[in-house]
């Protein structure tokens, strides 16, 4: 589904990423997690099409197709959703107009008829209870005075709307009390097909008893240093990351 | 018929000379209100000149290039034998308003029906007023629009024949807007002089809607002034849709004088216009006023917009907010300077004052300047100015969710007009502006109605 081969990104002359290759395959979880600063949020904003970054070498296939001719819209329509690590304030987008744009040109990209407002509503509303999220919330402008927790289950409940291929989730768990990772980690899960993947980025263990991985990888310094399956999680969580960085000359 | 005219002082004559071909007629045909000041207001054009970048107030707008083209001047009425329903079809179905037309500045009566308002309210031709009832134009008539303060108000004074003029006694609410359209239809380029005057007794309240429109593709100047009279207590809400083409010229000066306890609502739309500068004066003169003043304005490709306000706080406990915002495409340029003067008297004061623009483009300019003399102790006052361009974040956010580029900008752009178009308080009006302002930015010619002409030149 996603191949990435030696994808070396660097950011105004810096190098950030430094020789990534990732295979992930439908069905399959993969989560990635490193210490701060490593390039997780760089892979991940590179995936879903953000500019200012400059690939200096590799390659990405989607589906088999060039990643790198496809703007962020197009990624998006073809199945690629990033739930953004800081999610942005738009104060003015009412969250409905922006979601039911969102929805519609995700139809028409699939040749469907776009939903009339009485049908989108019922929508939101199934998908809003699945999530558990405030309706005084989708009253708003997009993410506008969201707590940080209200933030993420914001990119869950539009990842649950849009219902993605390949999910990104960039610590979608980092600032969710209990019982709402248990939600998020409920809406990934209900989403789980044989035919969509999912790419975690965390720093806990604790997501990982609810998302179970497929494989762990640890990014350090730009590099995926280690591949493991869930066991490896269990290690970070135990050790942290010094033995990486010393295996790693550091 | 292009002769364009660059010196100066010649300039400032050629209009002292169309004055003097139609001053003796004036004499024998305007009631005298309108008459009494004709002289030193000439003479106080001549004093000022035509304002050039020279001019602290025009410096972001000089008028010279505007002034310089050979215009016809309409110093008579023209017989219009259009009904206005033909050329005209306000599609805003749910906004019931009592229409009145204006022409190249004069007021025309359509078929002279009576307008569908409250008893008491007088509504109709300046000029034919100030004929009929001297009386209730003459204690107001000039006693804003000061020549000396200003050459376009001086020129304006000159040459003032018609305009609207509307009336409302006191505790009168007149329920529907007035709607003015401001036509300019006329076979050569014209200069227009146009002069307004709205009198609102204590208590009263009404609402009016200005909208502006070109007709024709010729080439046009207008120079229009109104004075709103606000008395205790009393309520107006003042909304201007300007939608202009690319040749025409406009200096719009507007005055309030607001009585206690008074409240005013101003919104200024500009939609398209080559050149609009908009004065706009309001003096708080009674306790307890509130003033809104509103504006924004969507242009593009060489447009010129300027905003120019002042707002005196003569008594205390007053509130004043400005707050204009503006989009910039292409190589169009923006102006905003706004002035908050509050007398020492003029105790609790808040006013405050905020001006946002968005560049599109590289070569888009806003040039800003904000002054607050403030000569009370006792008062609250902010201004800020924003020059900025698309959040290239919110861009990212809403296009990773699928939204097409260009549908992603024209969502941002509206949500950064929305904060001044929900202001408007009436819901369809509102409603009708933000999809003017949506159609604008989608780069649609936002006609504001089903008219026949195109005028996107
Ligand atoms: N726009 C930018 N300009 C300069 N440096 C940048 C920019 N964006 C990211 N970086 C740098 O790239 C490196 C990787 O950042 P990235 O956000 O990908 O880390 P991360 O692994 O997601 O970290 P965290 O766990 O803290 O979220 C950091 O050193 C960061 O400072
Ligand atoms: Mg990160």
């Known amino acids: 589904m996603l191949s990435i081969k030696n994808l070396c990104v660097s950011i105004e002359g810096k190098e950030i990423l430094t020789g990534i290759n990732l295979e992930v395959r439908p069905g399959e979880v993969h989560a990635i997690m490193g210490p701060n600063g490593s390039g997780k949020s760089t892979l991940a904003n590179v995936l879903a099409g953000r500019e200012g970054y400059e690939i200096t070498s590799g390659e990405i296939t989607f589906e088999g197709e060039d990643l790198f001719e496809l703007s962020p819209e197009e990624r998006a329509r073809k199945g690629i959703f990033l739930s953004f690590q800081y999610p942005v304030e738009i104060p003015g987008v009412p969250m409905v107009t922006f979601l039911k744009t969102s929805v519609n040109e995700h139809r028409k990209f699939k040749g469907e008829k776009p939903l009339t407002a009485g049908e989108f509503l019922k929508l939101m509303r199934e998908k809003k209870q699945m999530v558990e999220m405030d309706t005084e919330l989708t009253n708003r402008s997009v993410n506008e005075g969201f707590s940080g927790g209200e933030k993420k289950k914001n990119e869950i409940f539009q990842m649950a709307l849009l219902e993605p291929r390949l999910s990104i989730l960039d610590e979608t768990d980092s600032g969710l009390d209990i019982d709402a990772l248990k939600i998020v980690a409920n809406g990934v899960n209900a989403l789980k097909s044989p035919g969509r993947s999912t790419i975690v980025i965390t720093h806990y263990q604790r997501l990982l008893d609810y998302i179970i991985p497929d494989h762990v990888h640890v990014l350090y310094k730009g590099k995926i240093v280690k591949s493991a399956g869930r066991e490896l999680a269990l290690e970070l969580e135990e050790k942290g990351y010094e033995w990486i960085k010393q295996e790693n000359g550091n | ?457």
């Open chain 2, 1 to 457: 018929m292009m002769n364009a005219i660059t010196d100066a002082a010649d300039l400032s004559l050629m209009y002292l000379a169309r004055y003097r071909e139609a001053a003796d007629r004036w004499m024998k045909e305007t009631p005298p209100v309108l008459h009494r000041n004709r002289e030193t207001a000439i003479r106080e054009f001549l004093r000022q000149g035509i304002p050039s970048k020279k001019n602290e107030n025009y410096k972001y707008s000089p008028l010279q290039p505007y002034f310089s083209w050979e215009y016809d001047f309409q110093h008579s009425r023209n017989h219009v034998d259009f009904q206005l329903n033909e050329v005209f079809q306000c599609d805003i179905p749910q906004l019931d308003t009592v229409l009145m037309l204006v022409m190249n500045g004069w007021f025309h009566s359509l078929n002279s029906e009576r307008y569908e308002l409250p008893p008491g309210v007088i509504a109709g031709s300046l000029e034919e007023i100030a004929a009929a009832h001297p009386g209730l134009v003459e204690p107001w008539y000039g006693s804003l629009a000061e020549p000396a303060e200003d050459p376009l108000v001086a020129l304006n004074s000159a040459f003032a024949r018609d305009g609207f003029f509307i009336y409302v006694p006191r505790g009168v609410r007149v329920e529907k807007p007035i709607q003015v359209i401001n036509l300019q239809e006329a076979e050569h380029d014209t200069f227009v002089t146009q002069r307004n005057l709205v009198i609102v007794d204590p208590g009263a309240e009404v609402n009016l809607i200005i909208c502006d429109h070109t007709l024709n593709a010729n080439r046009y100047m207008v120079n229009d002034v109104t004075e709103i009279f606000v008395g205790k207590n009393a309520r107006v809400d003042v909304c201007s849709v300007q939608n202009q083409h690319n040749r025409a010229a406009s200096v719009h000066s507007v005055f309030f004088r607001q009585e206690r306890d008074s409240r005013i609502t101003s919104h200024a739309v500009t939609l398209h216009g080559g050149m609009v500068r908009n004065n706009l004066k309001a003096l708080l003169n009674g306790e307890n006023c509130e003033a809104n003043l509103y504006g924004m304005a969507f242009i593009d490709r060489k447009q010129h917009v300027d905003n120019s306000l002042q707002v005196i706080h003569a008594f205390p406990n007053c509130q004043s907010n400005q707050h204009y915002k503006n989009v910039l495409d292409d190589e169009s340029s923006g102006a905003f300077s706004g002035r908050i003067h509050v007398l020492r008297d003029a105790q609790k004061t808040n006013a405050y004052q905020r001006n946002n623009s968005l560049l599109l483009t590289d070569k888009a300019l806003m040039q800003t300047k904000p002054q607050l003399i403030i000569e009370a102790d006792d008062v609250k006052c902010s201004h800020g100015a924003t020059v900025g361009q698309i959040d290239e974040d919110a861009l990212f956010y809403l296009r990773s969710r699928g939204i097409e580029e260009s549908r992603a900008r024209l969502m941002l752009m509206n949500a950064f007009s929305y904060e001044v178009v929900q202001q408007i308080a009436a819901d369809p009006l509102r409603d009708r502006i933000s999809e003017l302002v949506d159609k604008r930015l989608r780069g649609d010619v936002a006609r504001c109605h089903e008219c026949a002409y195109r005028c996107d030149c």
